[in-house]
């Protein structure tokens, strides 16, 4: 695969803004996925070909440090459904997703990624149908926490992804973190993937 790489600033107001962009081609020089650095976050987007070798598909979504599929989590709650865990108004409230119990998130700023869909979608709704946390397992903390709303979403039956700012500070270094998700049973909420950056 080669790759072409290319920076582009661009003044914003006070302070200046700087991108980077990486493009990857194959040997046909088919653009196959773009890799996007910014302040704000980076952000993936790969293409699947067709048999013909046309663009067939686009997914787009945050760059991780490290993902896992949310089937592979431990549950207490839900089924396995398609490409992810599910759970619907039949079961209990509890957790859909814990885990991974990793100790590898590097110090600094960092920000936990959920990547979720619903069956339906209220936007005047204000309950949660998720409650998202960072948790520390080697003390017991709850490092951030975000309740999800109907209101969150923008379509059902879409994957959207959601996002959770923490610090991981030096004193955490090698603690067992988990990534959770707190169903409310008054959807139905499927879970494709989770990870951080």
């Known amino acids: ?16 803004a700087q991108e980077a ?20 976050g980076s952000n993936v987007t790969t293409y699947a070909l067709d048999g013909a070798d046309n663009r067939a598909a686009r997914s787009s979504g945050p760059a991780m ?5 949310a089937e592979t989590l431990p549950h207490v709650v839900g ?6 865990w599910a759970a619907n ?4 409230q509890h957790f859909m997703t814990y885990g991974p119990y990793t100790p590898d998130v590097p110090m600094g700023q960092r920000v936990a990624v959920w990547r979720m869909m619903v069956d339906w979608v209220d936007v005047s709704g204000s309950s949660s149908a998720v409650v998202l946390d960072v948790y520390d397992a080697t003390t017991g903390e709850v490092l951030a926490i975000r309740g999800i709303s109907h209101a969150s979403w923008r379509t059902p039956w879409t994957y959207q992804w959601f996002e959770l700012p923490f610090e991981m500070s030096a004193s955490r270094a090698g603690h067992l973190l988990e990534f959770r998700t707190w169903f409310v049973p008054i959807a139905h909420v499927r879970v494709d993937k989770i990870g951080y950056r």
Request: glycine share 6%; charged share 20%; net charge negative.
């Open 1 to 16: 695969m080669a790759g072409l790489a290319c920076i582009v600033t661009t003044a914003a107001s006070s302070a200046s």
């Open 65 to 69: 440090t490290a993902s896992w599929e």
């Open 79 to 84: 089924f396995a459904e398609a490409d992810g």
């Open 21 to 40: 962009q990486i493009l990857d081609y194959d040997v046909h020089g088919r653009l196959v996925s773009a890799y996007r650095d910014r302040l704000a």
């Open 89 to 92: 108004i039949n079961q209990p």
